[in-house]
C-alpha cells in the first residue's frame, strides 16, 4: 500500500476533479504490475495496473488506495477489470468518499466471492485525497492559503512592492504548487498592485495544468490590457463581481475571454461562501489562495480554510506601515486567536516553509 501511495502522488495536477489512486498487483510476494490514475479521462490505476500485470494477475493480490470504483463515469467500471483479470484479494486504503457510489465496488466483489479488505494505511490514503474528499462530502473546494513574508510578518512594503519577497527556490515549489491544484484566488487590489499573471511557471519543458485563475473584483476594474486578461489563453479567468457591477464592463471582458460570476456582495466584501458553492459546482477540488492580506485573513475569519503554506524569507523590513501577511478580525484575547494542526517546517535555502492545516482531523 506505501508503493500504491507513492505512485498515486505521480497523478498530482492531471487527475483533478478525479481522486489521486495507486494500485499494485501482487503474487507469491511478487509485484508483477503496478499503475496509477494518470490523466482524468484515462484507464483508472486499478487497469493500468492490471494491464502491466497480464496473466500474473490471475490468483494474485491487488493493492489499491481507493475502494474500486463499480459505476460507468468517464471510464468503465473498475470492478469488472478485477474480475476479468482473476483477481484472488483485494486490499482497499479508503472507501469511496461519493455518498451516492460509497461502498458499492467492495459490496460487489464481496458478492462476487472476491475477499476484500479495507482501512489499509486509511489515514494516509486520506490525506493524499483531502480535496477530493471535501468536495465529494461538502461540495465545496479544499482551501489553501499561501503567503511569503518577511520574519517580521510583511509581504510588502509601505509602497507595495513585493518583488521578491522570497528566493528563487521557494517561488519554484509555489509554481509546483499551482500546478497541483484546480484555481488560484486574488483580490483585486493585489491584481491590481501586482499585475500578475498567476500561472504556473516551471523551468525547461516541464508540462503542468494551468489552474483557473480567479479575482475577486466587485466592479470588474480590472483593465483590458491587464496581464490577467492578456492572458487567458493560456489559463481560464474567472472575475468574481458584485450584482451591481457595470454590464458594460462584464461584456468587455467576457469578449476578451474571460467568465464572469456576479454573486452577492456587502461592506466586507464577496460571500466567499456563495464564491466556494459556485466553485464546487464547477468540479474545483482545491483553491489556492495567494492575496491580499484582506482576502486572506477573511478566509480565515470565516472559517472557510483548511491548509496553509508560509514562507518566511530572513530578512526585516522593520516598518509598521508594511504589508501585513493578514488582515482581519481585531481580536482581545490570545485565546480567541485561530489554531494550527500538523505543522511542518521545510528550508528552501535561508528561506523557511511552514505548513500546517486549520482542522484538527482530516476530512
Known amino acids: 500500500m506505501k508503493r500504491a501511495l507513492r505512485l498515486a502522488v505521480r497523478g498530482r495536477g492531471w487527475v483533478s476533479p478525479n481522486p489521486l489512486v495507486g ?3 501482487v503474487r507469491e510476494g511478487k509485484i508483477v504490475g503496478e499503475g496509477y490514475h494518470r490523466r482524468v479521462g484515462t484507464a483508472h490505476a486499478e487497469v493500468n495496473a492490471l494491464s502491466d500485470a497480464g496473466e500474473g494477475a490471475r490468483n494474485a493480490d491487488l493493492y489499491v488506495t481507493l475502494e474500486p470504483c463499480n459505476h460507468q463515469g468517464r471510464t468503465p467500471p473498475c470492478t469488472k477489470a478485477v474480475l476479468e483479470a482473476g483477481i484472488a484479494r483485494v486490499f482497499v486504503g479508503m472507501s469511496d468518499p461519493n455518498r451516492q ?10 458478492s462476487r466471492g472476491i475477499p476484500l479488505v479495507e482501512g489499509i494505511l486509511e489515514h494516509e490514503c486520506r490525506r493524499l485525497n483531502q480535496p477530493f474528499i471535501k468536495h465529494m462530502t461538502t461540495g465545496r473546494p479544499y482551501v489553501v492559503l499561501k503567503a511569503a513574508a518577511t520574519l517580521d510578518g510583511r509581504m510588502a512594503t509601505r509602497t507595495g512592492d513585493s518583488r521578491w519577497v522570497t528566493n528563487e527556490r521557494s517561488r519554484h515549489f509555489v509554481h509546483r504548487l499551482r500546478c497541483e491544484l484546480d484555481a488560484i484566488l486574488v483580490g483585486s487590489k493585489t491584481a491590481l498592485a501586482d499585475d500578475p499573471q498567476l500561472t504556473a511557471r516551471l523551468p525547461g519543458r516541464i508540462r ?3 489552474p483557473a485563475r480567479i479575482v475577486l473584483d466587485s466592479q470588474l476594474a480590472i483593465p483590458l ?4 486578461v492578456r ?5 481560464p479567468l474567472w472575475l468574481a463581481c458584485s450584482e451591481q457591477a457595470p454590464k458594460e464592463r462584464e461584456e468587455a471582458l467576457v469578449d476578451a475571454g474571460a467568465s464572469v460570476i456576479r454573486l452577492p456582495w456587502d461592506q466586507k466584501g464577496v460571500d466567499l461562501s456563495c464564491l466556494l458553492d459556485e466553485l464546487g459546482r464547477r468540479e474545483v477540488n482545491s483553491l489556492l489562495v495567494e492575496g491580499g492580506a484582506r482576502t486572506m485573513g477573511s478566509f480565515i475569519d470565516g472559517g472557510l480554510a483548511d491548509a496553509f503554506f508560509l514562507f518566511y524569507a530572513p530578512k526585516f523590513l522593520g516598518d509598521e506601515a508594511a504589508v501585513p501577511v493578514l488582515a482581519g478580525r481585531s481580536l482581545d484575547k490570545m485565546a480567541s486567536a485561530t489554531p494550527a494542526f500538523d505543522i ?3 528550508r528552501f535555502e535561508g528561506d523557511l516553509m511552514i505548513s500546517g492545516r486549520f482542522h484538527e482531523r482530516l476530512y
Open 225 to 228: 490590457e491587464s496581464a490577467l
Open 23 to 25: 494500485a499494485v498487483v
Open 208 to 210: 503542468c495544468r494551468q
Open 101 to 110: 457510489i460509497h461502498g458499492g465496488g467492495s459490496r460487489f466483489l464481496r
Open 344 to 346: 511542518r517546517v521545510k
Open 231 to 235: 492572458t487567458v489563453e493560456t489559463a
